[in-house]
């Protein structure tokens, strides 16, 4: 069998087909639900089945169980990551096209570079990190802004901010898990923060009235096979394949699925989704790809930490 230094090369591409197609098309599989089902309800469906089943087998391989401060420290996790960040992307999705909702989320780069200048100090302002967000900024306005003549209506704002919104609060929860205690265990630790979250969304759900809206017998078979792919596909395959691959591959390359994903988003949204791709949508993105590219290429020359939760649709 043919190999890399690394490990078996039809392993490795496999796991990065996963987590460039996989993950980019859970943005489009989100769409297809909120459709049907209520967005924090159906958030909370997706991460309550998958955190069960990852915290489930972790714990059945002989993992030990969370202390007290882990569970407090988890459960804030979960509250910015699936409340704050997927709770309003699952919202943003039933008014904003799914592969822009994609490429908005690609700016969390840009805020994690913000975020750790300003709250942990590991960083600071340069002239290349100043150009890429004023480059990411830029592709975001194009998206929204009703005054340039692009063709194609411009994204909903309220949909827009929100996705801005839970960037930053992605960016804000990546930052803080540095000095968090949390398992060793990234499987564990990504399992106990899915099952928080799914709680925690449920709880939202239930008090914004989104259980007395959903009835399951008018959902789709369609909307049920979107809840599926996304559990299995792109919570249980997806993270697997990505912890796999940061044993076996350097993370700068497991770390191109943030120029992937969107572009993947873009043109399956188009595809299955018939959502537009004009002259605005593609220099939206492009702009915001470079954004990404130049920060995370300069961010790969030190090692840091990463989210056991990777950022996915």
Known sequence: MEATSYGPRWKILLAFAIIYFVWGSTYFAIRVGVAEVPPLLFAAMRFLIAGLALFGWTMAHGERGLEGKQWMAVTFLALLIFVGDYG????????????????????????????????????????????ALAIGIAGVAVLVSHSLNLGGAPV??????????????????????????????????A???????????????????????FHPAAV????????????????????????????????????????????????????????????RTVLGTAFVLVSVVIITTGQSRKPHEQLAVEEAG
Request: glycine fraction near 8%; hydrophobic fraction near 55%; aromatic fraction near 10%.
């Open 156 to 189: 909903d704002r309220a949909g827009a901010a929100a996705i801005i919104i839970a960037s930053i609060n992605w960016s804000i929860a990546s930052v803080l898990a540095r000095k968090l205690p949390l398992p060793s265990s990234k499987a564990l630790s």
């Open 88 to 131: 309003l992307l699952f919202w943003a999705e039933q008014r904003v096209p799914s592969g822009v909702a994609a490429v908005i989320m690609a700016t969390i780069p840009a805020f994690m570079a913000v975020t750790e200048i300003l709250v942990l100090h590991t960083q600071r302002f340069t002239p290349s990190l100043i150009f």
């Open 220 to 279: 789709s078979a369609g909307a049920w096979w979107a809840l599926l792919y996304l559990i299995v596909a792109g919570s249980i395959v997806g993270y697997t394949a990505y912890v796999w691959l940061l044993h076996h591959e350097s993370p700068t390359r497991v770390g191109t699925y943030a120029y992937v994903n969107p572009v993947v988003a873009v043109v399956t949204g188009y595809f299955l989704g018939g959502e537009p791709l004009g002259v």
């Open 191 to 213: 399992g106990a923060q899915m099952l928080a979250g799914g709680v925690l969304l449920a709880m939202v759900a239930a008090a914004r009235g989104e259980w007395r809206d």
